[in-house]
């Protein structure tokens, strides 16, 4: 196992993710306690010491399973980590009640990261909100020494991003983003990392693998990979493509069964980054990738200018793309456009037109826009 430095700790640098452990007839709810200890068991015997779990996973029961599987071990032998859920508002008055029943729910005296999960549009300003105490709070849990090591993690926008560390940065020791190779242009996470860099934290990567695309390429785009790397199946160049990023301290991956523990330990028995070369063989699958059903605006705001609505359509049409590339499933559109106004959802658009006429990429906007709403149920 690969390990990073962070502060005076090694950290494993793939960590054991706990949102997706393996369940009972496909009920989220439901883990698979049985196989989740197994796994569990594997990955210690094979040098993971850095376990990440939150309040929301598997309708609550990762926290309670990840306790009892890691209480099997030395208190000093395993860091775990969880986060307080402000992806729910209502949970912003309750800091001191869920981080308390965390606690019991895991079996633990300290939490060795803590994070504030899922910093993004939705929330921002409800976490920057001192009515609800929660960075007071939780920096006094640091000073107890009931948490170790406090960060964030964040879908949000680099803006955003920016926000909460004007904010709380000074405080803030780690930062967990979204970060893979179709998203370092495609959500800028490219931008995440350069602006974390600025303010010395380091990065833990979430999504390594974008929830399994990455994993289960087109046959084309997986032979383009095989045939510079013949020795490595395409999930590999994904962890490969972050093994080349600098900042990254641990990618967590949430493996859902024993054979990806086994593949993910293999992959990060060695340090193999990509070449210049294969990088570039890599741009050509995201290429292909991000050019199915997502439309190319380059974000020049021509279209801004002629809106009667005041839509702010470059970001608009981002979400769109993102739901487009991520699918049914996606979250982060949504979550995003929640922030918006009625009157600057893409339902506001009266499809006068007037956009379309000074795109320089020829965007048919309303047409868009208007598929957009359809698929979010405006």
């Known amino acids: 196992m690969i390990y990073r430095d962070f502060q005076d700790l090694k950290l494993s640098a793939l960590g054991f993710g706990a949102m997706r452990l393996p369940v009972v007839d496909g009920d989220d709810g439901a883990i698979d306690e049985p196989r989740a200890l197994a796994m569990v068991d594997f990955a210690m015997e094979h040098g993971i010491n850095y376990y990440d779990t939150a309040w929301g996973y598997h309708s609550g029961n990762s926290e309670l399973v990840m306790g009892r599987a890691l209480a099997r071990y030395p208190r000093e032998s395993f860091y775990l980590a969880t986060k307080f859920p402000g992806y729910d508002l209502a949970n912003m008055p309750k800091v001191e009640e869920i981080f308390e029943r965390q606690l019991e729910k895991t079996g633990m005296e300290y939490f060795d990261f803590y994070l504030f999960h899922n910093v993004c549009e939705m929330n921002i300003d409800a976490y920057l909100d001192p009515q609800f105490g929660i960075y007071d709070y939780l920096v006094k849990q640091r000073e107890a020494g009931r948490i170790c090591h406090l960060g964030f993690s964040a879908h949000g926008s680099v803006e955003v991003m920016r926000r909460f560390l004007e904010a709380y940065g000074k405080d803030m020791e780690f930062c967990q983003i979204q970060l893979n190779y179709l998203d370092w242009e495609f959500q800028d996470a490219r931008g995440k990392v350069e602006l974390l860099k600025e303010w010395g934290i380091p990065v833990w990567v979430m999504e ?8 289960n390429l087109s046959e084309a785009n997986a032979a383009k990979l095989n045939a510079a790397r013949p020795d490595e199946e395409p999930v590999a160049w994904a962890f490969r493509f972050l093994q080349g990023i600098p900042e990254v301290v641990v990618t967590l991956s949430g493996m859902s069964n024993m054979e990806q523990l086994e593949a993910n330990i293999a992959t990060y028995e060695t340090e193999r980054p990509l070449t210049d070369e294969e990088r570039a063989t890599l741009q050509e699958v995201v290429d292909d990738m991000l050019g199915q059903g997502t439309v190319p605006c380059t974000a020049c705001h021509y279209c801004t200018s002629h809106c009667p609505q005041g839509l702010d359509i470059p970001f608009l049409l981002a979400m769109y793309n993102q739901m487009q590339v991520t699918g ?13 106004s009625a009157d600057k959802q893409p339902s506001a658009c009266i499809g006068c037109g007037s956009c379309a006429a000074v795109c320089p990429q020829q965007i048919d906007i309303p047409g868009t826009l208007a598929d957009f709403a359809a698929k979010l149920g405006q």
Do not use: E, H, T
């Open 328 to 340: 049914k499933g996606d979250f982060i559109a949504p979550m995003a456009l929640s922030s918006l």
């Open 208 to 215: 390594p693998v974008r929830g399994g695309k990455l994993a």
